[in-house]
């Protein structure tokens, strides 16, 4: 048996089923599209993601429309500059 430290969970995010969040945090998006938190950080930096609220320093994301969102057909991939 290992005595490192024990790995995290994987972060479930939410899926459109009754009783889910309608905003997600950037750690439960990236989860949804499978991407680094980074990496997602990044492009709503550049304005890539769609449904972004802030609210002072807090980002929240649309879960409706990430869900609906198809970023492989609307530009850049995500962290690629334009």
Known sequence: MSHGTCPKPPVRAAVARPGTPDFLTVEEAAALLRVNRKTLYEAIRLGQVPGIVRLGRV????????????????????GEKS
């Open 59 to 78: 980002l929240r994301i649309r879960r409706s429309i990430l869900v609906e969102w198809q970023p492989g057909n609307s530009g850049p991939a995500l």
